[in-house]
């Protein structure tokens, strides 16, 4: 056991703790055909190297193939299907768990960066908006129209904020 296994083995317990619907130890021992104190060895990080059922568990969670060895380097864990980008490489910040079975589950509809203020310190708020995969016409806008009036909070929020810091 080092920090290398120690941190994949943390990685694949938030992994499993955001997924949803949720899945429990005993659960995923169940799908990996293991016991649970195996699950639970495999999220404190105690084995020497990735053996087949850590992999194994890693794809369960939806990792792609890659995952364990990138975490095990220090990089990221990608969504299935997605390709790193420089930003994954640099900060080596995956999105979490849940974040990534969300943007996975249902279809994006809009998306936008809504600063926080007039500089780039100030920060901003990244939304994507997502609808059920196959929502028809009505329903698409339906919820846009629910998003523009949220939308128009947001900037007004971070508007307020900037009239009342001056």
């Given at each position: 056991?080092d920090?290398?296994?120690?941190?994949?083995g943390?990685a694949?317990?938030a992994?499993r703790?955001g997924?949803?619907?949720k899945?429990?130890?005993p659960?995923?021992?169940?799908?990996l055909?293991?016991?649970?104190s195996t699950?639970q060895?495999?999220?404190?990080?105690?084995?020497?190297?990735?053996?087949?059922?850590?992999?194994?568990?890693?794809?369960?969670?939806?990792?792609p193939?890659?995952a364990v060895?990138r975490v095990l380097?220090?990089?990221p864990?990608?969504?299935?299907?997605?390709d790193?980008?420089?930003?994954?490489?640099a900060e080596?910040l995956?999105?979490?768990p849940a974040?990534?079975y969300e943007?996975?589950?249902a279809?994006?509809?809009?998306?936008?960066?809504i600063p926080?203020g007039?500089?780039e310190e100030?920060?901003h708020v990244?939304?994507?908006?997502q609808?059920?995969?196959g929502?028809?016409?009505?329903?698409?806008?339906?919820?846009?129209?629910?998003?523009?009036?949220a939308r128009?909070?947001?900037?007004g929020?971070a508007t307020?904020d900037?009239?009342?810091?001056?």
């Amino acid at each position: 056991m080092d920090d290398k296994t120690q941190r994949l083995g943390s990685a694949l317990q938030a992994a499993r703790e955001g997924r949803r619907p949720k899945l429990t130890q005993p659960e995923a021992a169940e799908l990996l055909g293991v016991g649970r104190s195996t699950v639970q060895n495999i999220e404190a990080g105690k084995f020497a190297k990735p053996t087949s059922t850590v992999r194994s568990y890693a794809t369960l969670l939806g990792w792609p193939d890659d995952a364990v060895d990138r975490v095990l380097e220090g990089g990221p864990v990608l969504a299935p299907g997605r390709d790193a980008s420089p930003a994954d490489e640099a900060e080596g910040l995956p999105l979490p768990p849940a974040v990534e079975y969300e943007l996975r589950s249902a279809e994006t509809l809009d998306s936008a960066v809504i600063p926080l203020g007039p500089d780039e310190e100030d920060g901003h708020v990244i939304v994507v908006l997502q609808g059920k995969k196959g929502v028809g016409p009505e329903e698409v806008a339906r919820i846009a129209a629910r998003y523009r009036k949220a939308r128009r909070y947001l900037q007004g929020l971070a508007t307020d904020d900037a009239v009342a810091d001056s």
